[in-house]
């Protein structure tokens, strides 16, 4: 049975198809980005925008989510593509991050990613974000004594004091990125002020490095958390929270992202 809902989920058909697929995966907003899913249509695209938590039978919010949603998902892409690949922001970068451990896929594009596994609350109680086979994955725990000073909160210093703080379970928590076996694309605006993506695309770079696979970057050292390509609106909605950057720089990183982004989902470029 599907994991996803039909209402949760928005379908972009291209007029002229190419044989390209993407999956489209938002962050912490829970939103279905069907915008960015037409984008990507109108350069010839079958583009899936999925919701991922709060839809119809799914989890209440990211928590224990099962890998096998968007497992499914790129199942149901393949069957219509003779190529696909998964995009997402934020938490759904990590989500396609794990994905294209799990399943191949043809290319990997991580907005804001992380290295790592996170947890989510619900009713008092964390676990982490995913679960595979029903198990959740291991999990970063973050560091109880943390206490945000600024207004709207910067949660950038949480995440790398977590990590600093539980090396053990950070080690345990890394997303197996060696075991991508497409393409993978990382977008990072180094004034990310949600969490040190910076410091977790290096990560991902090298762990990918040391098993002799290459990993293409795409930074800008002004830009923040949230990237819009040419002709998205800027992203509202979410959590009360600093992003960091500003239009400018984060319009800036999103054109120069944008032709890596398409050329790896059409298959027209490689990373280098």
Not at 11 to 26: K, R, S
Not at 82 to 91: E, I, K, N, P
Request: proline share 8%.
């Amino acid at each position: 049975m599907a994991l996803v809902d039909e209402a949760d989920r928005h379908v972009a058909i291209p007029v002229t198809p190419t044989g390209a697929g993407v999956l489209v995966l938002a962050g912490s907003s829970g939103r279905i980005e069907s915008d960015r899913a037409e984008l990507f249509a109108r350069h010839g695209v079958r583009a899936h925008a999925i919701r991922w938590f709060g839809g119809a039978g799914q989890r209440r919010v990211p928590r224990e989510v099962p890998l096998e949603l968007f497992l499914d998902e790129v199942a149901l892409l393949r069957e219509s593509c003779d190529r696909v690949a998964v995009l997402g922001t934020s938490f759904g970068a990590e989500a396609a991050l794990l994905t294209g451990t799990r399943t191949p896929v043809d290319a990997v594009i991580a907005i804001a990613p992380t290295s790592v596994v996170w947890p989510g609350i619900l009713d008092g109680s964390w676990s982490s974000h995913w679960t595979a086979a029903g198990v959740p994955l291991p999990w970063v725990p973050f560091a109880d004594d943390w206490i945000a000073t600024t207004d709207p909160p910067e949660f950038r210093d949480l995440y790398r004091t977590s990590v600093d703080r539980h090396p053990a379970e950070a080690q345990a928590a890394a997303i197996p990125v060696e075991r991508i076996t497409g393409d993978v694309l990382l977008v990072v605006g180094e004034d990310d002020r949600v969490w040190p993506s910076a410091r977790f695309a290096d990560e991902i770079v090298a762990r990918r490095a040391a098993a002799g696979l290459p990993t293409a970057v795409v930074r800008h050292p002004l830009a923040g958390h949230r990237v819009p390509f040419p002709g998205e609106a800027a992203p509202s909605g979410g959590t009360r929270m600093a992003r960091g950057g500003s239009r400018e720089a984060d319009d800036e990183l999103g054109a120069a992202a944008w032709d890596a982004v398409a050329g790896l989902v059409l298959g027209t470029t490689r990373p280098d």
